[in-house]
Every structure is written in structure tokens, then in C-alpha cells.
């Protein structure tokens, strides 16, 4: 159990968290009425002032809350909450238009709607603070270019590259700075998944009204950013609204920049009209951070956390730390955290015993294509002797098609790698990764059979 201040300290980087989490409105109505009671290794205990708001809390947003906290500390705990009876007199005292705005609130189960289609802004995300390396070079350069010219050079912007390297980032960056420059710019950041939800309710209340309020409020935006189009892929009517919208904004110079995990090409079931406009503008990839940038990075987020870590920590976690810069993001959290708490000092011996769960070696390729050949083998009841064979029956060469495809796009492997692995020449496993491509994005049955073998491969 920590005192007094340790809590008062952990409650106001929550409450920060928690800023971000919930819209404005939501914040204020509900946040002041919690304190944080009590925190140890693995519970918080929030008291909250106000009966009607505890049961609320209690039953919509304590997902939310018990997020921010592992967010903020680095590791999960148990979030509980309760009722301050001595001091539930909060609703009595409110002025009677507040309270209605509180009531209206509830009526509509939680849901807010913030009122504004701007950008909501997560200023800490800036060009400044963005560490360059050569694995995201170009990304920054484009985005920078953009920030100063919206809608004049690199229109639309497709940045794309794996979970957790900083695409978003650069898109808040890009958003602040245009704001920055020009406060009255129309700036809207969404999800793609914000946008579907968004277009299927609009559709689904089969108000012309509504449909037109929502193609209005992209239509009219200066910059449009949204992030993980990847999921765009095989949604129709969500392709169609969003090529009209492209096309308008496109059209009247307007800034459109998307990020995805894969480039438009690789992406499936994207119709080809879609794709021929996101390819137009300028396709910017980011890469994994290398040793260099990676210790880079850690010093940085250190300072920023207010962590001191020793040259043999930034060694050892540069060095363990791969996937990307959320791990990075997260393990700082966990270790400033656990020092925190039981004011141990941060050594590499401590990193490796509390990161244990997080940090994993690199597996070998000889392991990766071991475990790709069994998965296939196993799905098509093929034996992996007879994939690598010249046997050419039509079971055992969709197979060895898979096979392709699932190693280049589960290993660092090239084509030309492949094909040394299957004995094969590059013409013909070029052959095998364009078949299965193509039959990818006209099945969708098998495009889901192909992702759940991707899905299902540990390596």
C-alpha cells in the first residue's frame, strides 16, 4: 500500500489518461466525482461521491478506467469502485440545469456525442518529439512536406507499415502543425472502424437527413486523416461512400492522409478504383527501428517518463525490445511503475525479471519455416516432404502455393530466399505468391482461411 502522495501522484497521471479516454463532457460529469482511495501491486480503489454515478461507472466505464490505469502504470490491475455514502449529496446541490444535462447524459446510455467534427487534439504527438531513424525517414519528410502545404503535394498520403512504429503519430503531428498554422482549418481524425460504425448507423435509421449530415461532415473537411483503412477491405458500402468522399475532397484540393498495416495492393478485397486513388498521391513506408534508433527512442520516452536508466539498461533493452515502439512505451511504463512501488532500482537484472512476459528471443528462421511447412501440411493434409517435392498434382501444388505465400508473409524471407528454401526457380514462386494474391481477393471465403492460418502461426 502506497501513502498519501505516491496515490495523489498516480491518480493525477490517471485522470491525464482518462482525458484523452473520455469525450469533454463525459470527463467532467463523471471523472471529479472519483478519488483514488488505495493502490497496491495488483487493486486500485476509487471512491465515488454520488450514488446515481457510482452506479454508472460501475456498469459502463469501468473498462475504460481500468485501461487507463494499466496505461498509465504499465501493467494491469484491478479497478474497484465504491460508494462514499457520507458524501452522496453531490446531485442536491447542482444548479437544475446541470443536472438535466446529467440526466439527458444517462437517457442516452453513455454515448456521447461531442457536438464538433474537429480534430480532438493529443498535443504531446508532434514533429519535435517524433525520433527519425532511417527506418522512418521518408514517412517524416512526406508528413512534414504535407503539414506546411495541406492539399497541395503528397495528396492522398498513405503511410503504412506494421502496429506500433508511429503511423499515428505522425498523423497527430501532421494535425497539430496544420492546426498550428491555421487555427480555422476543419480538421476530423477517425478509425476506420469510427467511419463503419458511423456509416452503419447512419444507413440504418434510413433518415435522408442523417445520411446527409454524415456525408457532409467528411465532405467538408480541410484535412481528413483515417487510420487502419486496412479494414476497408470486403465492406462495400463503405468502399462506396468513402470513394465518393475521397473524390470530393480530392477534387477541391482538400489534404486526405490514410494509414494502413500493408500497402493498397496487398490489401484485400479493396476494389480496384480505390486502390488506383490511394496509390496516386505518395505511398510512405515505416520500418522497423533498428538498434540505433531503438536506444534512441528508450533514452527519450526515459526522460519524458522521468525514469534515469543506466547505459547497461538501454543496452539490454534496445537489444530485447524488436517488435515496435508501443512494446518499447509499454515495458517503460511497467518498469518506472514497479520501481515506483517498491523502490527497486531499475538494473538489466531487474528489466529481465519483470519484462519476462514481454521480452522473447528472436526465433530462428530454421524454426519460423519449420512451423509455417507443419501449419500448411496440417491444413491441407499434405505431407511437407511432398510440398517440397516436384510433385505436381493439384492438392500438392495449392499447397505449396500456400506455402509461398504464408512464408514471405510470416518471415523476412524474399522470393529468391523462398525459392532456395523449396528448391524452386524465381519465376515459379513468384507464380505461387501472385495465385494465391489473386485468388485472395476474389474468395472471400478462402481470403478468411488464408488469415486464420496467418493468424494461427506463432512465430
Known amino acids: ?147 506546411n502545404n495541406p492539399g497541395e503535394v503528397y495528396n492522398p498520403l498513405f503511410i503504412y507499415g506494421q502496429s506500433g512504429l508511429g503511423k499515428t503519430h505522425l498523423m497527430y503531428a501532421v494535425a497539430n502543425e496544420v492546426r498550428r498554422q491555421d487555427p480555422k482549418k476543419k480538421i476530423i481524425y477517425v478509425t476506420c472502424e469510427e467511419f463503419t460504425n458511423e456509416l452503419i448507423e447512419a444507413l440504418a435509421k434510413k433518415n435522408p437527413m442523417v445520411n446527409s449530415a454524415f456525408r457532409e461532415k467528411y465532405r467538408q473537411a480541410d484535412v481528413l486523416l483515417i487510420d487502419d483503412v486496412q479494414f476497408i477491405g470486403g465492406k462495400e458500402s463503405m468502399q462506396e461512400e468513402f470513394f465518393h468522399t475521397f473524390n470530393e475532397l480530392y477534387d477541391n484540393h482538400k489534404q486526405i492522409i490514410l494509414t494502413s498495416d500493408r500497402p493498397p495492393k496487398e490489401i484485400n478485397l479493396l476494389v480496384e478504383r480505390l486502390r488506383f486513388r490511394f496509390e496516386v498521391g505518395l505511398l510512405a513506408d515505416i520500418q522497423p527501428p533498428d538498434m540505433e534508433l531503438r536506444s534512441a527512442i528508450i533514452m527519450k520516452k526515459a526522460e519524458t517518463a522521468g525514469l534515469s536508466l543506466s547505459p547497461e539498461v538501454v543496452r539490454y533493452l534496445s537489444d530485447k525490445l524488436k517488435s515496435n515502439i508501443r512494446q518499447i512505451e509499454g515495458s517503460l511504463k511497467r518498469l518506472g511503475a514497479i520501481s515506483f512501488l517498491s523502490g527497486e532500482e531499475i538494473t538489466p537484472e531487474m528489466a529481465a525479471r519483470c519484462l519476462s512476459d514481454i521480452v522473447s528471443e528472436e526465433l530462428p528462421l530454421s524454426v519460423k519455416i519449420s512451423r509455417v511447412m507443419e501449419a500448411v501440411s496440417d491444413k491441407y493434409g499434405i505431407e511437407e516432404s511432398d510440398i517440397r517435392s516436384k510433385k505436381r498434382t493439384s492438392d500438392i501444388t495449392w499447397a505449396r502455393h500456400v506455402a509461398v505465400y504464408i512464408l514471405r508473409k510470416k518471415t523476412d524471407m524474399s522470393l529468391q530466399d523462398i525459392g532456395t528454401e523449396l528448391k524452386r526457380d524465381h519465376s515459379t ?31
Open 1 to 147: 500500500m502506497k501513502n498519501d502522495e505516491s496515490i495523489k501522484e498516480i491518480w493525477q497521471a490517471v485522470k491525464l489518461g482518462l482525458k484523452d479516454a473520455f469525450p469533454a463532457f463525459a470527463y467532467d460529469l463523471w471523472v471529479p466525482s472519483l478519488e483514488l482511495s488505495s493502490i497496491d501491486e495488483s487493486r486500485a480503489v476509487l471512491s465515488c461521491r454520488s450514488a446515481t454515478k457510482y452506479k454508472i461507472i460501475k456498469n459502463r466505464h469501468i473498462d475504460t478506467i481500468s485501461h487507463v490505469f494499466g496505461e498509465v502504470l504499465g501493467y494491469p490491475v484491478a479497478v474497484d469502485i465504491i460508494l462514499d455514502e457520507e458524501e452522496d449529496k453531490e446531485e442536491e446541490k447542482k444548479p437544475e440545469p446541470e443536472r438535466e444535462r446529467a440526466r439527458e447524459y444517462v437517457r442516452r446510455d453513455g454515448n456521447m456525442d461531442s457536438g464538433t467534427d474537429n480534430y480532438v487534439f493529443h498535443k504531446e504527438y508532434t514533429f519535435d518529439n517524433f525520433i527519425v531513424g532511417g527506418s522512418n525517414k521518408f514517412a517524416h519528410a512526406a508528413c512534414t512536406a504535407v503539414a
Open 429 to 459: 514462386i513468384l507464380h505461387s505468391y501472385n495465385t494465391i494474391e489473386r485468388e485472395i481477393s476474389t474468395n472471400p471465403p478462402f481470403a478468411a482461411e488464408i488469415n486464420e492460418l496467418l493468424n494461427e502461426i506463432d512465430i
